[in-house]
């Protein structure tokens, strides 16, 4: 069965440094998303992505996040100067349709630690 | 503004007894509303969806939902539990004018007791 996979598992990082997430969705799938989940607190949904460019983002997303989509197969999270509240477990999800009617296949997500 | 509330930050069943896991909603217009399931160290599972039609919506693992619009709930159920159920559940739903934008509630985490 088709999965979407995230490297690493688990990244820590200094305060202040830039750090890549990276996914590879499962290849037929469209749409794209990434979310983080704080320890112990909900799944918060960052950003949508959609024929290469961002589709919908939410209020955390702000201008230290981006994502790309460099090849047919990866889709990152790039955090450009980390903090310490970035912390948290990130999810990329991917979906084969449209207008959020589809459901989601989740990674197995990447916990960053920033000291 | 759009979101979705899971009143119990865990509930407790026996094996074999009947289980519901609570969600309500806030959206404007007709929902998208979903259930996901998260096991120790992985990522969100599919269970089952609501998108228009029969209010009882049936999904994976014996799992079903019902859809209540006058009491803006979305209830997950499942008529016999079985220890492996146990997980955390997460509702979600899509924002109405914003059609890939969802949000999560804040997770139930479901314990099933032998």
């Known amino acids: 069965e088709p999965e979407v996979t995230q490297t690493p598992s688990h990244q820590v990082t200094q305060m202040g440094q830039e750090v890549i997430l990276r996914c590879v969705p499962i290849?037929?799938?469209?749409?794209f998303y990434w979310y983080r989940q704080i320890l112990g607190q909900k799944v918060e949904f960052l950003v949508s992505?959609?024929?290469?460019?961002?589709?919908?983002k939410s209020e955390i997303f702000d201008d230290q996040f981006s994502v790309e989509r460099p090849d047919g197969s990866n889709f990152t999270l790039k955090i450009r100067s980390t903090k310490l509240e970035d912390s948290a477990m990130y999810f990329c999800a991917s979906s084969g349709g449209a207008r959020g009617s589809y459901e989601q296949y989740f990674g197995p997500g990447t916990r960053l630690t920033v000291t | 503004a759009q979101s979705v509330a899971q009143p119990e930050d865990q509930v407790n069943v026996a094996e074999g007894n009947p289980l519901t896991v609570k969600c309500t909603y806030s959206v404007s217009g007709n929902p998208y509303l979903f259930w996901y399931v998260q096991y120790p160290n992985r990522g969100l599972q599919f269970l089952l969806k609501?998108?228009?039609?029969?209010?009882l919506v049936k999904g994976s693992y014996g799992f079903e939902a019902e859809f209540n619009k006058s009491q803006t709930s979305f209830h997950l159920k499942k008529p016999s539990a079985l220890v492996s159920d146990s997980a955390l559940y997460f509702c979600?739903?899509?924002?109405?004018?914003?059609?890939?934008?969802?949000?999560f509630g804040s997770g139930t985490k479901l314990n099933v007791k032998p």
């Open positions: 609501y998108i228009t039609g029969d209010n």
């Open positions: 290849s037929n799938h469209l749409y």
């Open positions: 979600a739903v899509r924002d109405f004018d914003n059609f890939n934008k969802f949000y």
């Open positions: 992505f959609y024929n290469n460019e961002i589709s919908e």
